[in-house]
């Protein structure tokens, strides 16, 4: 599985746009990107998946440069409920999907 | 998105004891489940992948003996925590997938053992 390196920590305000990017240069051709968000105590959740271009959803957009060795995880007007741990995974879902978690960025909103 | 349960939530053992935490597909069915473990303030580190009807695959350092994985049907696995001890107490999290290539994993909500 291609190793994967995020900030630890990000602080950011109600309302902005927060931007986390991962790195991921050995990335293999058959990888997918996943972002996954965990609160304390909690499961994660997915909230985004891609392998090139952009991807957005009703949470997130997912941007992923032409040569695939980084991405970034953009969480439009964030709101305080928005603090926890975010996950970037990358990996072969044809293959094996065995999930590997890196540290995480801790993301921490303040009103 | 599909649910995954765990149970219990929490659940709080003697020394020396076992210890059944039950891993469900609620509304799929789940060809492959994994098992985490996650100690406070740090991350999701996996611990075996179980097929469904046959036996787990675990990773490097993890005691099959020790953390017994079941997974006889395509909607549940199981993890028992064999004679458990203080340094088991943890944070243990399932996920499941359904088995189509391009399906996300999905995360039950965790289970707090705490063994005294």
């Known amino acids: 599985l291609a190793k994967t390196t995020q900030p630890i920590s990000m602080d950011s305000y109600e309302g902005q746009e927060v931007n986390i990017t991962c790195s991921h240069n050995?990335?293999?051709?058959?990888?997918?990107i996943t972002w996954y968000q965990q609160f304390p105590s909690q499961g994660p959740r997915f909230i985004i998946q891609g392998y090139k271009t952009k991807v957005t959803n009703e949470v997130a957009s997912l941007f992923i440069p032409a040569d695939r060795k980084s991405s970034t995880l953009s969480l439009p007007r964030v709101s305080l409920s928005d603090t926890a741990v975010y996950y970037c995974?990358?990996?072969?879902?044809?293959?094996?999907?065995?999930?590997?978690f890196g540290a995480g960025t801790t993301v921490t909103v303040r009103a | 998105g599909a649910v995954v349960s765990q149970h219990p939530s929490r659940v709080i053992c003697k020394s020396g004891t076992s210890v059944k935490i039950e891993c469900r597909s609620l509304d799929f069915q789940a060809t492959t489940m994994f098992w985490y473990r996650q100690f406070p303030k740090q991350s999701l580190m996996l611990m075996a992948t179980s097929n469904e009807g046959s036996k787990a695959t675990y990773e490097q350092g993890v005691e099959k003996d020790k953390f017994l994985i079941n997974h006889a049907s395509l909607t549940l696995s199981t993890l028992t925590v064999t004679s458990a001890h203080p340094e088991d107490s943890s944070f243990y999290i399932c996920?499941?997938?359904?088995?189509?290539?391009?399906?996300?994993?999905?995360f039950g909500q965790g289970t707090r053992l705490t063994v005294v």
């Open positions: 996920s499941a997938r359904e088995g189509r290539e391009d399906t996300e994993a999905f």
């Open positions: 050995n990335i293999a051709t058959n990888d997918y």
């Open positions: 995974l990358v990996g072969d879902l044809l293959i094996d999907y065995k999930l590997s």
